[in-house]
């Protein structure tokens, strides 16, 4: 089976990873130190926090802006269930908002509708998590003067985007929002195994959600609440979870982070060959020229027919040992949130995309015979309608 994505090992990431084995140092040392400083440094950030994944990460960012009973955020209806989940599990309540068609992502109409209305009825959001689906960015600037409007703050769910930009700088230099997440998940643009990241700019959110992934310690001498010189002290100060990075991990990821251009520049040379190859009746999410997608996924869509079924496309294409995937059902059609307040939700930009999408293989060593062949088995598919 040739899977929609998978991750990209090599002998110079065996290797990092046997030489922390052999270390001193398993869990929190040096390595996860170094990542955090690179990781920094690439996305233009001032601060960097490892996470044991990106869900724990949007935990931790989520609980850092003290959201609770009463506060409303909103999330895009296109993406993982995670960025909605951990807003509940905050205890706030989440909203979903329909996607623009062509890009895939928030749609900042549909968003400046919404919060006109919300601003009516009493209910703006706290919070707004944008989700760069497959890579590209959001309109991170109109989003942002929005959130100047009417109040909110802005967290970029960038799970897919490590290695993207938006005009001309780094997703994750966190210009336009509070905080950015990404996932080093095995599918995504580079793997710590399981592994995420919050970076931000502000000294007060780094201290906030680095406590909150351990244990609500911490081990700052300038921050202790006694005057205290021992070494072996520290001071739980907030209550948290046990989410940290190891070291095995993060040595991964600093291997890895080093080939990050690479994977990106030949995920972006076979998106652009579908592009060229695909059957035209295949429609293709619009790319902005000033940003770079990482392209974590390759989405395409099968044209607006009432007897073409994406579900047959899928199963002829895994039939033929092509690991094509549906990204996202709408969280909202999920049996948790249809049993809790969203039974009869139905977004229509989302619904259109859902029933008519399929993320293509993508992954730095696909080869371009194999995108032929899914181009051909795709064209086959589409003549016997
Ligand atoms: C948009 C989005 N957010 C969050 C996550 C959660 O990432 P992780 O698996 O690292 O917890 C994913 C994973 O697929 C995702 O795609």
Known sequence: MIPYSTQEIDQDDIDAVTDTLKSNWLTQGPKVSQFEKILSKNCESKYCITFNSATSALHAACSSFDLGPGDNVWTSANTFAATANVVLLCGAKIDFLDIDPETLNIDVNILEDKLKNASISGTLPKLLITVHFSGESCDMKSIHDLSLKYGFKILEDASHALGATYNSKPIGSCEFSSMTVFSFHPVKMITTGEGGCVTTNSKIIEEKVRDFGRHGITKEKERFSVIQNLDWYYEQQSLGYNYRMNELSASLGISQLSKLNYFVK???????????????????????????????????????????????????????????????????????????????YFLNNAESYFKRCLSLPLFPSLKKGDQKQVSSAIESFLKTY
């Open 266 to 344: 030949t995920r972006n040379d076979l998106a652009e060959n579908y592009n060229k190859i695909l059957p035209k009746q295949i429609i293709i999410p619009k790319r902005n020229n000033f940003n770079t997608c990482s392209y974590h996924l390759y989405p395409i869509l099968l044209p607006d027919k009432p007897n073409l079924k994406r579900d047959n496309l899928f199963l002829h294409l895994r039939k033929l040992n092509f690991g094509v995937q549906v990204h996202y059902i709408p969280v909202y059609h999920h049996p948790y949130y249809r049993n809790n307040g969203f039974k009869d």
